[in-house]
C-alpha cells in the first residue's frame, strides 16, 4: 500500500497533509527516511516510524484514561477540553469514549473507537458492573445503605437495579466514603441515589467498568493503552454478561 494512503486511513491528516510530513522526514520505515509518498510499504512487515513514534496497524484501539475534573466525556468540539483532546497525539480515528463521567467527576474512562465493544459495555441487557468510590457529605447510616443495596427510587418509572454498597474508612478530610458498584448507567445515577437518601456526593471517582480496573499509577489526565491481558478479559466479560 502507498505510505501516503495508508497514513491517511490511519488519522494522520488529509492526503495533502500527510504528503508534506512525509516531504518534511517525519516518517521513516525500517529506519529509513521516506520522502516519497508513493513508497509502498507492507503494514504486515515493515516497521513505521511517524515523527519518533511507532506506527500502530491495530483495526481498534483501546486506551484507559484517568479522567481529570473539569474535562467533558465527549467527542464534539468547544471551549471546554474533552476527553479526546487528551488523546489528541494518539492520531486514531474516531475514537470516543465508553459511556460518561459528570464534569466533575474523576476515574476509569475506556476510550476507544470499536463499536461493537462500547455498546456491549454499555447496553442495559449487559447489566456491566461498575464501581464508584463516592466520598459524602453527611454519615451513612446501615439503613441508607440497605436502601441503595435493594433498589430506590431516584424520580425515574422504576426504581434503580440492586447495587452494592460498602463503607470505607473516612477521607483525610473527615468526609465518610463508600464503594458503590451499580450495573445500570442512569443520568447522574450515583449523585440522584445518595440524594435519595438525603445524603450529597462531595467527590467521585470511578475505579472499574467490568474487567477493567484503574491503574493507579495513572494520575488524573493520564492514560495508557490496555495491555493484551486487560483486553482480553474484557472482551470476554461482556460477552458472557
Not at 138 to 156: C, M, R, S, V
Request: proline share 4%.
Amino acid at each position: 500500500m502507498r505510505i501516503d494512503k495508508l497514513l491517511c486511513d490511519l488519522g494522520y491528516g488529509t492526503r495533502k497533509q500527510v504528503k508534506e510530513q512525509i516531504k518534511n522526514g517525519m516518517v521513516s520505515v525500517n529506519g529509513e527516511v521516506v520522502l516519497k509518498p508513493e513508497f509502498h510499504v507492507d503494514e504486515n512487515k515493515d516497521l513505521l516510524m511517524f515523527n519518533g513514534k511507532e506506527i500502530s496497524f491495530s483495526k481498534y484501539h483501546y486506551f484507559m484514561l484517568n479522567k481529570p475534573q473539569g474535562v467533558l466525556s465527549s467527542r464534539e468540539k468547544g471551549p471546554t477540553p474533552t476527553v479526546i483532546d487528551l488523546l489528541a497525539d494518539e492520531n486514531c480515528k474516531n475514537l470516543s469514549p465508553v459511556g460518561r463521567l459528570d464534569k466533575d467527576t474523576e476515574g476509569l474512562l475506556l476510550i476507544t473507537d470499536d463499536g461493537k465493544l462500547s455498546h456491549n459495555l454499555l447496553s442495559p441487557k449487559k447489566h456491566v458492573d461498575k464501581t464508584y468510590e463516592v466520598h459524602l457529605k453527611n454519615t451513612i447510616t446501615e439503613e441508607d445503605i440497605k436502601k441503595l443495596e435493594d433498589g430506590i427510587d431516584i424520580g425515574d418509572d422504576k426504581k434503580t437495579l440492586p447495587a452494592k454498597c460498602i463503607l470505607s474508612d473516612d477521607d483525610e478530610n473527615g468526609y465518610p466514603v463508600i464503594l458503590l458498584t451499580i450495573h445500570e448507567g442512569r443520568f447522574h445515577q450515583v449523585k440522584r441515589m445518595l440524594e435519595a437518601v438525603e445524603n450529597e456526593v462531595v467527590f467521585l471517582r470511578r475505579l472499574s467498568m467490568g474487567s477493567l480496573q484503574l491503574d493507579e499509577d495513572l494520575e488524573p489526565g493520564e492514560y495508557r493503552e490496555l495491555t493484551k491481558v486487560e483486553l482480553d478479559n474484557l472482551l470476554n466479560t461482556q460477552q458472557d454478561v
